[in-house]
């Protein structure tokens, strides 16, 4: 079992920066993928960043040159940096562990932490 606890939202001015953080606790090892979604009002859950084992690092095209995942192994918390923040990045974003253990994938989620951008 794998728990994850979201920190670090809040509300902001477009233009401002938050920093999320991401404690798990559990079953969980380095060798670990893990990523933040998103979900907007109305709009489906969608991935912003992964990590995945050896520090590589992928996030999607909306936010790339603003956010910034990375991980601490030995507190084994992962962040999200998210600079010049726009409204429409305004949404609950949640915690993703994808713990592979032989061939069985199991998906754990953090309750999730709300991220209001002020135009």
């Known amino acids: 079992q794998v728990q994850l606890v979201e920190s670090g939202g809040g509300l902001v001015q477009a233009g401002g920066s938050l920093r999320l953080s991401c404690a798990a606790s559990?079953?969980?090892?380095?060798?670990?993928?893990m990523a933040w979604y998103r979900q907007a009002p109305g709009k489906q859950r969608e991935l912003v960043a992964t990590?995945?084992?050896?520090?590589?690092?992928n996030v999607v095209d909306s936010v790339k040159g603003r956010f910034t995942i990375s991980r601490d192994n030995a507190k084994n918390t992962v962040y999200l940096q998210m600079n010049s923040l726009k409204p429409e990045d305004t949404a609950v974003y949640y915690c993703?562990?994808?713990?592979?253990?032989?061939?069985?994938?199991?998906?754990?989620w953090g309750q999730g932490t709300q991220v209001t951008v002020s135009s």
């Open positions: 993703n562990a994808k713990i592979l253990r032989g061939l069985d994938l199991t998906n754990y």
């Open positions: 559990g079953t969980i090892f380095s060798s670990d993928a």
């Open positions: 990590i995945r084992s050896g520090g590589s690092t």
